[in-house]
């Protein structure tokens, strides 16, 4: 006699959920994905601008050659779906670029970063706009999403609560978009890492990273002035955008701009275990604040693992 196989809720349709997701409905389990916001991709999610999307959360992803999220990327260059961005990045301090850097190849997607995260969510059961409040006991769970989101949700006496993250060990990031009449910056610049400056850490060319050559700028603000305006995120855009011009010299004004507030964006120092799994309770916890280091890459690893040894029955 075969087991019953129990549903099980995944919590979270960010990438690490639909990785956790897609492993166990491999292995043949039955599987849910719900999540609160209004689509699948959660920090690769973004806004359309000028009836375009632009990426808010994660700027760019990479992926180590042999490593099964390679596998996974290898099959959305194929589709068409991601594309390889660029190696290459300014270097900059607050008055301007003064050197590039060349890293591993960083991947962006034309339709933006959410679509890969809704391709992992093709042939799957997902409810969106779904507030999800309280793990049940007897309803096997897995949480992926940032620890102090799954501390909410995580029964006080659960022994899994002390090794979650209050919160208090993730920065936050405001992501400002600023979309220009024309292009004003260097064709090269592809993005920028700024150093020392107070304000900001990050310019991204959104229309070079997407390869439509849009006019539209990407600044994530540094997690300290994230910090001091996450009451009232709109007042950090004089701040970042000022520190962007200074930087990249700019003397027109963007004619559009957004901004969002990230409040857990990415956490300092991961844990090093790749997730959490109470076997016992049959309770998980996943993503990018396990496995060492945060990233897309990291996320989808730790999803993917949990969702290859969460129990069935
Ligand atoms: C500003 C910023 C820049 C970044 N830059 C990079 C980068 O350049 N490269 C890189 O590799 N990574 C980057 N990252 C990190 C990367 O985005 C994350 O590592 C990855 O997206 C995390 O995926 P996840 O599935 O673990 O979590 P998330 O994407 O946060 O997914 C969690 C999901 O859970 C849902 N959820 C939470 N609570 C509930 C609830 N109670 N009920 C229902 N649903 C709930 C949320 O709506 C969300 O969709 C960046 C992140 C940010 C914010």
């Excluded at 992992?120 to 309803?139: I, N, T, W």
């Excluded at 002035?225 to 970042?240: G, K, Y």
């Excluded at 990415?266 to 604040?289: Q, T």
Aim: with cysteine; hydrophobic share 40%.
């Amino acid at each position: 006699m075969s087991a019953v196989h129990q549903s099980i809720t995944v919590v979270g349709a960010g990438i690490s959920g639909l990785a956790a997701a897609r492993a166990i409905a491999a292995r043949g389990g039955s599987v849910t994905v719900v999540d609160r916001g209004r689509a699948p991709g959660g920090r690769m999610s973004g806004r359309r601008l000028a009836g375009r999307p632009v990426d808010l959360g994660a700027s760019y992803f990479t992926a180590e050659f042999g490593t099964p999220f390679r596998a996974v990327v290898d099959d959305w260059l194929t589709r068409g779906l991601a594309r390889e961005w660029t190696d290459t990045f300014a270097v900059a301090t607050p008055d301007g670029i003064v050197d590039s850097t060349t890293g591993p190849m960083r991947h962006g997607a034309a339709a933006g970063l959410r679509s890969l995260v809704v391709d992992l969510a093709r042939d799957l059961e997902v409810r969106q706009k779904v507030a999800f409040e309280r793990v049940d006991p007897e309803v096997p769970t897995v949480l992926a999403m940032p620890d102090p989101q799954a501390r909410r949700l995580v029964d006080e006496s659960s022994p899994s609560l002390d090794r979650l993250d209050d919160g208090s060990g993730w920065d936050p990031t405001i992501a400002i978009a600023l979309r220009f009449e024309e292009r004003a910056w260097p064709a090269d610049l592809h993005g920028a890492f700024v150093n020392d400056s107070p304000d900001i850490g990050f310019i991204a060319d959104d229309g070079d990273r997407r390869g439509d050559a849009a006019p539209v700028l990407v600044v994530h603000s540094s997690p300290e002035t994230a910090r001091a305006h996450l009451d009232d995120p709109s007042a950090a855009l004089p701040l970042v955008w000022e520190a962007t011009r200074r930087v990249l010299g700019l003397s027109v004004e963007p004619i559009e701009t957004h901004v969002h507030r990230w409040t857990f964006a990415k956490p300092r120092d991961p844990h090093d275990d790749p997730y959490l799994l109470d076997a016992g309770l049959r309770l998980g916890v996943c993503g990018d604040g396990w496995g060492g280091r945060s990233s897309v890459g990291a996320a989808w690893a730790s999803g993917h693992s949990l969702g290859e040894a969460f129990p069935l029955s």
